[in-house]
């Protein structure tokens, strides 16, 4: 049973355009969630984070929206640029007792075309 | 700060072989993890560590099995290589928080 899921395997998008990355969850005591970004032959590495306080998250051309009543949050990258083509992992945490566990979605392909 | 290293980068196990996958972190950090990503998958946690000495089961941990002498190593022994083992390991780190770094990688292949 997937408690993270990113239903869009792969999306393709040209360059200075938005990629928006969607990720929905069903477990309701999942109260942080982040992105990872993954480049082929290199571990993931931290991209963004947000509560569950809060409904939005910015840090530079990156943007996380959380929508706790729909169990969704989206990724969106404005502009979008060459180098931002990689695997993004949505994941999720909170659990009571979780040792920091994360529970990872299976990831989306984002290509920027240039 | 090397952050989290991991070796080898590559193997090739034969069925029934044994590895010890290595992982150090030179941050202090107390809990560290075990991953494996399959072709298409997410990450599914094989072991976890929240200390020296203490060491707990993962979603995946059959045919693993880990051991924390020290706050910076956290090997991952498999006894009996399994074609279903080829994977890719990444190893995480995290302090008291959720942020966790990962390492670059352990790509295995049992043939």
């Known amino acids: 049973d997937q408690q993270v899921k990113q239903n869009s395997p792969s999306l393709s998008v040209q360059e200075g355009r938005i990629s928006i990355l969607n990720c929905d969850y069903t477990?309701?005591?999942?109260?942080?969630f982040l992105w990872y970004k993954k480049y082929p032959a290199e571990g993931p590495t931290f991209l963004i984070s947000i509560s569950s306080i809060k409904d939005k998250n910015e840090d530079g051309r990156f943007t996380v929206f959380l929508n706790k009543s729909a169990k969704h949050l989206s990724l969106h990258i404005v502009p979008s640029q060459p180098g931002d083509s990689a695997v993004y992992f949505c994941a999720a945490s909170g659990e009571e007792g979780s040792n920091y566990k994360l529970t990872f979605g299976k990831g989306t392909l984002l290509t920027v075309n240039p | 700060n090397a952050g989290v290293t991991q070796t080898p980068k590559f193997r090739i196990l034969k069925i029934g072989q044994s590895m010890t996958l290595q992982c150090t972190q030179d941050?202090?950090?107390?809990?560290m993890y075990w991953y494996r990503q399959d072709p298409g998958m997410g990450l599914k946690l094989i072991y976890y560590s929240v200390g020296a000495g203490i060491t707990d089961k993962g979603e995946v941990p059959n045919g693993y099995n880990v051991s924390r002498s020290t706050t910076e190593d956290f090997p991952l022994r498999l006894e009996l290589a399994a074609p279903s083992q080829t994977s890719v390991y990444f190893c995480?780190?995290?302090?008291?928080?959720?942020?966790?770094?990962f390492g670059p990688g352990t790509r295995l292949t049992v043939l």
């Open positions: 995480a780190s995290t302090s008291k928080g959720l942020l966790q770094f």
């Open positions: 941050m202090n950090h107390n809990y």
């Open positions: 477990n309701s005591m999942f109260d942080y």
